[in-house]
């Protein structure tokens, strides 16, 4: 993750199998870079619990996003808006994701997205500006 952030990588893909919860929690420092455009999260677990993804996510310049078997989390609140920040996204990909306990809905507010994928059965609200 180091390399990603230090030579300003703009594509990346994690594809990893986790067979139970590693005795470190997974930090997914990559929601944070600033310079990815293209950002594929794929893990074969049959616990998504396994990468809790932040609140929110910062990425000022990612445009594609493919995120499948992680967990959406929020503070205090039954929705959460993880996209909200991610101005120049227009293509997401939800696979086998799930809700913190908790969380009702997952919410998706960006006024540039023009491809959104979702499987399996997560409450979703969208809202385009």
Do not use: W
Not at 11 to 36: A, C, D, E, G, M
Not at 71 to 98: M, N, Q, W
């Amino acid at each position: 993750m180091k390399y990603v952030m230090l030579h300003n990588v703009q594509q990346l893909i994690i594809s990893t199998t986790l067979n139970s919860k590693p005795s470190t929690v997974f930090r997914p420092y990559i929601f944070s870079y600033h310079s990815l455009t293209f950002l594929k999260v794929s893990v074969n677990s049959c616990d998504p619990s396994i990468i809790l993804l932040p609140e929110s996510l910062n990425m000022p310049a990612i445009r594609s996003l493919h995120l499948e078997c992680c967990t959406f989390t929020a503070s205090g609140r039954d929705y959460v808006e993880p996209f909200s920040t991610c101005h120049k996204l227009d293509s997401l990909i939800v696979e086998f994701c799930a809700l913190q306990n908790g969380v009702k809905f997952l919410t998706v507010s960006n006024k540039n997205l023009s491809k959104l994928t979702v499987r399996e059965r997560i409450k979703i609200s969208f809202f385009s500006d």
